[in-house]
């Protein structure tokens, strides 16, 4: 199964603060129709994980644009430009390239 | 509104089996795969498994083939897991979550508890 590596595992920021989160994986998820299926979610404390972006860099519907992801290949970024109180929570990377689909580690965000 | 209503949470037997329901409104149910996604604290999120209620074709995580069967009814627009055999391995939150094509699980149930004990 292919694996995601987030790092860092924990972040600590202050409000209008501009935070990055890494997902390394283990293979290429350029798949052969084009498309690189790297999504991330963001789990709040005490609910269900929402989706924040798909295909590495797509914003999903309502997703404020603070929220932006980039990368290629095995390497991608998901950058919040300005943390607001409600961004608190644990973010996943997600892959649906390959077979089975894998979730990352998830990173930690707390306030500083 | 999208909403996908799951059933309540679950006390069961080790060796037992159960079925939790996801009730979907607010849009075509055929439109959209389902997910279904195990939450445990020493597993992280996992994922289970795909159902196309379209045309009913399944999809699984070869770690729970074997523990995991999935249908839906398109008459009630739900979708069910049916976990077998289950073990304290099995004790953990199952989402369900929609999907459109490769636009991600944009719609999530509010998780299920299953917590396996005699």
């Known amino acids: 199964d292919v694996v995601l590596t987030q790092t860092p595992p924990t972040s600590s920021a202050t409000i209008g603060q501009s935070v990055s989160i890494s997902c390394r994986s283990s293979?290429?998820?350029?798949?052969?129709?084009?498309?690189?299926?790297l999504y991330w979610y963001l789990q709040r404390p005490s609910q269900s994980p929402q989706l924040l972006i798909y295909?590495?860099?797509k914003l999903g519907s309502g997703v404020p644009n603070r929220f932006s992801g980039s990368g290629s290949g095995t390497d991608f970024t998901l950058k919040i430009s300005g943390v607001e109180a409600e961004d608190l929570g644990v973010y996943y990377c997600?892959?649906?390239?390959?077979?089975?689909?894998?979730f990352g580690a998830g990173t930690k965000l707390e306030l500083k | 509104e999208v909403k996908l209503q799951q059933s309540g949470d679950e006390l069961v037997r080790p060796g037992a089996s159960v079925k939790m329901s996801c009730k979907a409104s607010?849009?075509?149910?055929?439109?959209?795969?389902m997910h279904w996604v195990k939450q445990s604290p020493g597993q992280g999120l996992e994922w289970i498994g795909t159902?196309?209620?379209?045309?009913?074709?399944?999809s699984y995580n070869q770690k729970f083939k074997g523990k995991a069967t999935l249908t839906a009814d398109k008459s009630s627009n739900t979708a069910y897991m049916e976990l077998s055999r289950l073990t304290s391995e099995d004790s953990a939150v199952y989402y369900c979550?929609?999907?459109?094509?490769?636009?991600?699980?944009?719609?999530w149930g509010q998780g299920a508890s299953v917590t396996v004990s005699s």
């Open positions: 607010g849009y075509t149910f055929t439109d959209y795969a």
């Open positions: 293979q290429s998820l350029l798949d052969s129709d084009g498309n690189t299926y």
């Open positions: 979550a929609r999907e459109l094509t490769t636009e991600g699980m944009d719609a």
């Open positions: 159902i196309i209620p379209l045309i009913d074709t399944t």
């Open positions: 295909l590495v860099s």
């Open positions: 997600v892959q649906g390239t390959h077979d089975p689909y894998t």
